[in-house]
Nanobody, 122 residues
Framework: VQLQASGGGLVQPGGSLRLSCAVS????????IGWFRQAPGKEREGISC????????YYADSVKGRFTVSRDNAKNTVYLQMNSLKPEDTAVYYC????????????????WGQGTLVTVSS
């Protein structure tokens, strides 16, 4: 089972990035996928989650209205579109998978990918 997050980079405030989480080794449709981030010196924060069917989504207040999560089960990939980025969005972003669940609690997640660094700076 593998999750591979990608798409991070350096972007100016107000800019956009799209993160991808490519999964392999399991049937993506049976897993909810969560996005988390961790800034230096801060705790890991759950920012978004999408159910296995894609019918349910969750966003933390800190990203609501700016970030959009989506999934393409046929491509075994989940996306996080990030718009109107702010310096406080700077963090390492992780995707994770939980079987038959829909939660933003990191301790509930079964599998984690490596992180991808997003830096928002002018």
């Amino acid at each position: 089972v593998q999750l591979q997050a990608s798409g991070g980079g350096l972007v100016q405030p107000g800019g956009s990035l799209r993160l991808s989480c490519a999964v392999s080794g399991f049937a993506l449709a049976t897993y909810a996928i969560g996005w988390f981030r961790q800034a230096p010196g801060k705790e890991r924060e759950g920012i978004s989650c999408i159910s296995g069917s894609g019918n349910s989504t969750y966003y933390a207040d800190s990203v609501k209205g700016r970030f959009t999560v989506s999934r393409d089960n046929a491509k075994n990939t989940v996306y996080l579109q990030m718009n109107s980025l702010k310096p406080e969005d700077t963090a390492v972003y992780y995707c994770a998978a939980v079987l038959f669940g829909f939660t933003i609690r990191p301790e509930s997640y079964d599998y984690w990918g490596q992180g991808t660094l997003v830096t928002v700076s002018s």
